[in-house]
């Protein structure tokens, strides 16, 4: 990673001290634009391939992205070559582990370098261009990863050196705490204004002040200190402070000599000091519920609560009423039991309907899903290989509705539900035998928070 960090920071370097000596080239521009972030398509490329993608369609939906904002710098470096630096923040439902997509939003901060080939000079209307560079992000502001980018896109000449531009950049990740992701831009750049050298200007010559008449000197303010030696000559004061009074130097209303923290505002019952904060976390004393132990401001200076004393904060808990593991962000492990009512959930070869031993192990599943109102189901429908893989896929999905379908009816939220076919394209058994088709013939149930 700090190779990483220090590639990216010599390429910005040396593209900006190289612009600077070719100022015949694209002068120096600044703007902003726009950005969808897609994890779909490359997640969906990595578990398939690319022609897979491309005669499913199976990449990312426009409701799928992320929308963000970026600024963007430019330069020129040579007639075909430019340098752009992209900086730009989404608020993002994918999480960074390639395995599993997070519900919750969190914020990603991007940072970007490259290098753009262009095919045609800066005068032309439409310019297409390569670009290729390096990347810098940071996730839910604690998770710091590097990537390579390449991509292409066009330019727009507006006239006056401003331009708009489109591309699509994929990020290639260097480390194993992300994914690869897809970026459509769309931004707008304008030159930056030229610095302009102001005008020497000639000081006019000056005649020489009239001496000033003889000051007698007097005590205006009757301190016993002539105005000559008085520092303050219209208040009273005293000699040891130049003839102005005891001073009171953060304005407290007490004055140095008996302020024990005279450079700090304070009050008179703490000798000119601000109320203590005996535990420091910033609640005063007078303010803290819990002085002698450090808490935050939302919960009067005490420490986050832990409602359901699992060991884990509220703040951090997504069950905070509920005890559970801290592998399962303080919820309820329940996969283990969603594990053993799925094996109780198979269809007849050919078959949609839920056959009626299979209704008590649901009710089992509402009964789960009632007791735990965060709890959220993937229902994955499964066939085995009898069939065309088109019909199985629809057979699969139907499965999964069906109990989709059940669960509804009975009151499960379909926000916490949802249900996905996948054919026949995932076995569990060898579908050369009776036996082996029958448990490829079933529906598995994944619970998450």
């Known amino acids: 990673m700090r190779k990483t960090i220090l590639t990216l920071s010599t390429i910005c370097i040396m593209a900006v001290t190289y612009s600077q000596s070719n100022q015949t080239f694209r002068d120096p521009s600044l703007g902003f634009g726009f950005f969808l972030k897609d994890f779909v398509t490359p997640v969906n490329i990595h578990n398939n391939s690319l022609g897979h993608v491309l005669s499913k369609g199976d990449y990312g939906k426009i409701s799928d992205m992320t929308l963000g904002i970026h600024v963007n710098y430019n330069q020129g470096i040579t007639s075909h070559l ?19 997509l997070s519900t919750q939003e969190d ?37 710091l990863f590097g990537s390579i980018n390449y991509g292409s896109g066009f330019e727009v000449n507006i006239g006056n050196g401003s331009f708009i531009y489109i591309q699509a950049v994929y990020d290639n990740v260097l480390t194993h705490k992300n994914v690869d992701n897809l970026n459509y831009s769309i931004g707008y750049a304008a030159p930056l204004p030229k610095k302009v050298k102001p005008a020497k200007v000639i000081e006019p010559i000056q005649t020489p002040p009239t001496p000033p008449a003889p000051v007698v000197d007097k005590d205006t303010d009757g301190d ?6 008085d520092k303050c000559p219209s208040i009273a004061g005293i ?3 130049n003839g102005c009074p005891i001073p009171d130097t953060d304005g407290d209303g007490i004055n140095d000599e008996q302020d024990s923290c005279p450079k700090v505002p304070g009050l008179a019952r703490y000798n000119g000091c601000p109320i203590p904060d005996t535990d420091g976390d910033g609640v005063n004393d007078e303010q803290d519920s ?10 009067h200076g005490c420490p986050v609560p832990d409602t359901d004393g699992d060991g884990i904060n ?4 997504k069950c905070p009423t509920v005890k559970g593991t801290k592998e399962n962000s303080g919820c309820p492990e329940m996969q283990k039991k969603m594990n053993e009512l799925a094996k109780n959930v198979y269809f007849k070869s050919g078959a ?36 065309t893989e088109s019909v199985n896929k629809d057979l699969s999905q139907e499965r999964a509705d069906a109990i ?16 996905k076919g996948y054919g026949s394209e995932k076995p569990v058994a060898d579908n050369k035998t009776e036996v082996g088709k029958a448990k490829n013939r079933r529906v598995e149930l994944k619970a998450t928070y």
């Not at 630096?85 to 608020?91: I, N, Q, R, S, V």
């Not at 940072?111 to 297409?128: G, R, T």
């Not at 819990?290 to 919960?299: E, I, K, M, S, W």
């Not at 009710?363 to 085995?384: F, Q, W």
């Open 82 to 100: 430019d340098f752009r630096a992209l900086l730009g923040g989404t608020f993002t439902k994918y999480g960074y582990s390639p395995k599993y």
């Open 224 to 229: 016993g200190i002539p105005d000559s030696k």
């Open 314 to 317: 509220d703040d951090l808990d």
């Open 404 to 419: 989709v379908s059940y669960l509804k009816k009975k009151g499960i939220d379909s926000k916490r539900l949802i249900a």
């Open 107 to 143: 914020f990603a901060l991007d940072l970007k370098a490259h290098v753009n080939l262009k095919l045609l000079s800066d005068k032309a209307l439409i310019n297409p261009y390569l670009t290729a560079g390096l990347g810098l992000a940071e996730f839910k502001a604690n998770y």
């Open 239 to 241: 000699a040891k402070y």
């Open 290 to 299: 819990c002085p002698n132990v450090a808490g935050l401001v939302r919960y």
């Open 352 to 387: 949609s309907k839920i056959s009626s031993k299979v209704y008590k192990t649901i009710d089992e599943v509402i009964v789960v899903m009632k007791a735990n109102p965060t709890l959220k189901l993937s229902i994955e429908g499964h066939t085995d290989n009898t069939g």
